[in-house]
Each structure stands twice: as structure tokens, then as C-alpha cells.
């Protein structure tokens, strides 16, 4: 990743910026201000040329989640959606840590039997996963067309 919060577009991306940027109701600007990456990046990132960094991709899903739920966010609680084990529970910093509302961002846990380390590997897990689909506002096409 660049320090501008791009990456080339051979790396991948699972998310629509511009779809979850419009359902923020934000400018490029005022996205980029927030997240704090150049106006450019925004646009290079809506236009295709480049991808979202990992950096851009969670702060823009997170500003997702927060506008959805704001001060509800942690009555969400991903071990009781998935139904962990006191076993699993016992294994998982995220339970450990009571911050079961942004287990997709967070490492360290281990959900359904994987340890998700990487951005890459909760990508995978978690973009289809009932529990963060539900944090999601109803619409936003949060997966591009080709993930
Ligand atoms: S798969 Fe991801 S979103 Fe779902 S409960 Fe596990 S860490 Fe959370």
C-alpha cells in the first residue's frame, strides 16, 4: 500500500467506495478529509485507476457501520450471532476485549474455527458473513461486481 491509501489494481478489492461514499452522503472531499487520505486518492479509488488500501477500505466501512448504529454499536455482539462456544469465546480477543461490533475490523480472533489475521483473510470470512451483513444498511452495494 501506498501512503496515500491506494494500492494498485491488481490488488484487489471487495468494496464499492463510491456506492458507500454516496450512502454517507459525503463528498470526495469531505471522505478523504475524514479518513484522512488526499481528495485524489478518493477519486483514483472511485474511478478504477486504483484500489482502496487496506487503511481506506476499513475506515470507510466503519464509518458505515457507525452511522447505522452510532451509540447502539455494542449491543452487536458477534458471539452471540454466530453462537460461540464458552470454548471459542475463551480463545477470542475479541470477545475478550467486548468488541464484538468490529470483529471484522479487529485481529486476533478466531471465528468459525479460523484464525482471521490478516485483512485479506476477514475479507474472505467475513464479507459474507450473516453477522456483518446485518451491520450493513440495507442496499449498499458494499461488493464490487467482480469480488
Ligand atoms: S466472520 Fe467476521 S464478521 Fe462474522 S462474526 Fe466472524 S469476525 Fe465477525
Redesign the pocket.
Known amino acids: 500500500m501506498t501512503d496515500r491509501g491506494c494500492e494498485t489494481v491488481n490488488s484487489g478489492t471487495f468494496i464499492d467506495l463510491k456506492a458507500i461514499r454516496k450512502k454517507l452522503d459525503l463528498s470526495q472531499a469531505e471522505l478523504a478529509t475524514l479518513i484522512g487520505v488526499s481528495e485524489r486518492t478518493v477519486q483514483s479509488c472511485e474511478q478504477g485507476w486504483r484500489n482502496p488500501g487496506q487503511a481506506v477500505e476499513k475506515a470507510a466501512i466503519l464509518l458505515l457501520v457507525a452511522k447505522w448504529h452510532g451509540a447502539e454499536m455494542e449491543k452487536h455482539r ?1 458471539w452471540e ?2 453462537g460461540c462456544t464458552d470454548e471459542e469465546r475463551s480463545n477470542c480477543l ?1 470477545f475478550q476485549s467486548h468488541q464484538g461490533h468490529v ?2 475490523l479487529l485481529s486476533g ?1 478466531q ?2 474455527g479460523r484464525d ?1 489475521k490478516t485483512w485479506v483473510d ?1 475479507k474472505e ?2 464479507f459474507d ?4 451483513l446485518e451491520l450493513l444498511p440495507d442496499g449498499v452495494p458494499i461488493l464490487t461486481p467482480d469480488a
Open positions: 458477534c450471532s454466530i475479541v470483529c471484522w480472533n471465528c468459525r482471521l476477514k470470512a467475513c458473513c450473516p453477522f456483518f
